[in-house]
Each structure stands twice: as C-alpha cells, then as structure tokens.
C-alpha cells in the first residue's frame, strides 16, 4: 500500500509550464506503475499520463502528447509531470495514481488502485 499526496499546481498564464510532483510514502514505490489523471468541473476524470515501475516505458493523452512529461525517481519516491505550453484547457485537478496491474497504460482510472488528494492546476488566458 502507498499514499499519495500531490504538489505543485497554481495559476499559470497560457504558454506557461508548470511541474508537478506526487512523493509517495511506503518502502515499495518501485513496484508500481504511476499514472497521472485530471479531473474538469463537471467533467469525468481522464486519462493524462503513465509511467512504468522502472521508468522505461511512457504513455500520454494524445491531448497532452509533445507537452507533457512525465517521469520518475524511484530514490525519491516521486513521480512528476513536467508540463509545458499550458492551455487553458488543461485546467483541472491533477491527481496522480498507483497500480501494481499490468493495465496502468490503458487511460482507465478504474485500472489504479491507489489515489492522491489532487492538486488544482489553472490556466488562464
């Protein structure tokens, strides 16, 4: 079992970037796949992005791809979400996830097992 707790979100001006970081408590972070999901009002929970246990191996939203990055250190127990050229679409809550399944790069919330606070992410134009 892990927790999860989310950083890093704000108010960012449209073509602005921000990092994300999610620090996971427990000795067995690297066993799990991370993902990162964000959530609009009034809108469901989509899929961001997702990392492997070893970091290798990448998936993205074809909404966020070629903006977003997202990446682990396993030392650290943190995954994070480097993102840049903001749309205002991209305002949401972020909330990253844990799996130890094989299915962690399917973009189905219901895949994770293991859920963070969320941190709100907002940007303007």
Not at 11 to 18: E, M
């Amino acid at each position: 079992q892990v927790q999860l707790v989310e950083s890093g979100g704000g108010l960012v001006q449209a073509g602005g970037s921000l990092r994300l970081s999610c620090a996971a408590s427990g000795r067995t972070f690297s066993s799990y796949a991370m993902g990162w999901f964000r959530q609009a009002p009034g809108k469901e929970r989509e899929f961001v992005a997702a990392i492997n246990y070893r970091g290798g191996s990448t998936y993205y939203a074809d909404s966020v791809k070629g903006r977003f990055t997202i990446s682990r250190d396993n030392a650290k127990n943190t995954v994070y979400l480097q993102m840049n050229s903001l749309k205002p679409e991209d305002t949401a809550v972020y909330y990253c996830a844990a799996t130890r399944g094989p299915q962690y790069y399917s973009g189905s919330a219901s895949s994770y097992d293991y859920w963070g606070q969320g941190t709100q992410v907002t940007v303007s134009s």
